[in-house]
């Protein structure tokens, strides 16, 4: 999949060097497949992250917005054009989109960002993801792989998906998009969930900096560390018990913040389990689980945090339980049944 996706980027590039669409950056490999978990190996979904900068005579500007609030924050992303006039070096082959007259513009360059996956100034998600799915069809034939293996793309409005088969091995990739905040791990990002429903809407992600985590734990780990057979050993055992696997992830990741790496080795492997069951069932039972990165001032260095993010209050995950009677009860019986 690294290799794939490095490649797509390579022609991606070269296809859009004279044009005025985002610029990407390197694909990240994010989520369970790349971390080195998931809770069925069979649907595994491998994740890739793709950081958008905007391109030459543009900008872009995140914008908070209150719509659907919860503690999880949502973006728009609002594309300004700037002068290109008065550069140090200015393109030659470039028109200023401020200063040049419309005819001009239309006759000799490439359309403005602004006129090809906005809407009313704002980066449009479900533009950007056919944007993404043109850009994948039309470089698959340049690409090598394109002789032994079978693409075909899938159904979806907030990211670009697709499966690669040869015949006997078979590959599934998500490529998510999104906007870097400040120098942070931090992202408004093409994330889908169907509780946003605007295509302008882009709600915050923590996926680059909870890939960063379990890179840092995997290097501070005893050889043989089992502290990923636990994660997903345990979100596999209580799949249909209506608990999310980010909630038991998010479980794990506290636990592996403030117990020692070398207490996840084989023999304490039962003994983390019941860790993992008790802390899930004393968050159901109080209808709070905190979020594992907002807010927290003890992740370890190298992972960055915007400072609104580092600062913030509390993000429970559980809110909707101790909203909601009648799932918080759901939600003890699932505990004992586990």
Known sequence: TTALMNRFMLYFRLILSNSFYP??????????????????????VYQVFVHMTPPRGHSFHLELSTAGQTGMRN??????????????????????????PEEELRRNQ?????????TDSYLDVHKMAR?????????????????????????????CRFNVTNGTESFRIEMLFGVQQGNSDIFASSQPNPAWTSSTIWPETYAVAEMKFF?????????????????????????GLGFSTYAIKTI??????????????????????????????????????NHFIVGNQTLPEGINLPPEVLMAGTCNLFHDL?????????????CVDL
């Open 23 to 44: 610029v990407l950056q390197e694909a990240i490999g994010v989520g369970s497949a790349f971390e080195g978990w998931s809770p069925r190996e069979q649907d595994v």
């Open 75 to 100: 973006f728009h992303i609002r594309v300004q054009q700037e002068c290109t006039c008065t550069r140090e070096q200015p393109d030659e082959n470039m028109l200023c989109f401020l200063h040049h």
């Open 110 to 118: 490439e359309p403005s960002l602004l006129h090809t996956v906005c």
């Open 131 to 159: 944007w993404f799915y043109q850009l994948v069809r039309a470089t698959w034939p340049a690409l090598h792989l394109s002789h032994n293996w079978h693409l075909v793309l899938l159904p979806s409005t907030r990211s």
């Open 215 to 239: 890179k840092y734990i995997a290097r501070q780990a005893p050889r043989r560390s089992l502290h990923l057979k636990c994660l997903q050993f345990f979100t596999h055992l209580q799949l």
């Open 252 to 289: 794990v990741m506290h636990l592996l913040n403030i117990l020692l790496v070398s207490q996840w080795r084989r023999r304490h492997f039962v003994r983390r389990l019941i860790d993992i069951s008790e802390s899930l069932c004393m968050c159901v039972q109080r209808g709070c689980l």
């Open 322 to 334: 101790m909203m909601d009677p009648v799932a918080h009860s759901r939600a003890m019986f699932s």
